[in-house]
């Protein structure tokens, strides 16, 4: 794996700027790499054996999907909408996984470990670049349960929805009321269908 800096540099590229969640999705996914025995995750075989669940969409997931390689479109990046600053490393090989927390306390630390830095946010910077891991994030290891449907490759699985027929793969349709639907149709959509109006219509 590359050094710190470089990876903080590239990611910091990749997602648009230098911020202190880069920072901390670096170190976050160095560590988290570490401890699941992966040293190239980018390259194969490595990257075909790793698969990071993320639980929060800010600039630390960018940052961790930079140094890992892992992408939703490779079906390797899971988001788990928790809005905790947090991510699962799981090695699929080995099934070791760890799951690493970002502090609170971590913001309050950033004034000890840089007290010449007058700015809040460039004061975290500079404190999440050299905080010890202890002080930065609380590790645990766990076990993920990874479901033949969640695995990375080409798609398995797939159902019909019965109310719009729209093919749902993944094993990600519902069985409600005895019926096979999408979840749009199961439990509503994000989104509402804009009304076209006719010629007749004012």
């Known amino acids: 794996m590359e050094d710190f800096e470089t990876l903080l540099k590239g990611s910091a590229k990749a997602h648009g700027h ?22 190239e995750p980018r390259t194969l075989p490595q990257i075909k054996n790793l698969i ?3 639980e929060i969409d800010r600039c630390a997931t960018d940052a961790i999907a930079f140094v ?8 390797s990046l899971k988001f788990v909408d928790n809005g905790i600053m947090a991510a699962t490393f799981v090695n699929i090989k080995t099934q070791k996984a760890f799951r690493i927390v970002s502090t609170e306390e971590s913001r309050d630390l950033a004034k000890v470990y840089a007290p010449d830095v007058i700015d809040k946010e460039k004061q975290q910077l500079e404190a999440y670049k050299k905080m010890n891991l202890d002080d930065l ?12 449907c969640d695995f990375p490759g080409p798609t398995r699985f797939k159902a019909v929805c019965a109310r719009c027929n729209t093919i ?18 199961a439990f509503g959509s994000y989104y509402q269908p804009v009304q076209k109006k006719g010629k007749n219509d004012a």
């Open 18 to 39: 230098l911020c202190p969640g880069q920072v901390v999705g670096v170190r976050m996914a160095m560590l988290g790499c570490h401890l699941i025995g992966l040293d």
């Open 52 to 54: 990071v669940y993320v």
């Open 68 to 75: 890992t390689g892992v992408k939703l479109g490779r079906r």
């Open 137 to 148: 994030f609380i590790v645990e290891e766990v076990f993920v349960d990874v479901s033949a």
């Open 168 to 185: 749902v793969r993944d094993k990600r349709e519902v069985l409600k009321n005895n019926e096979i639907l999408c979840r749009s149709c």
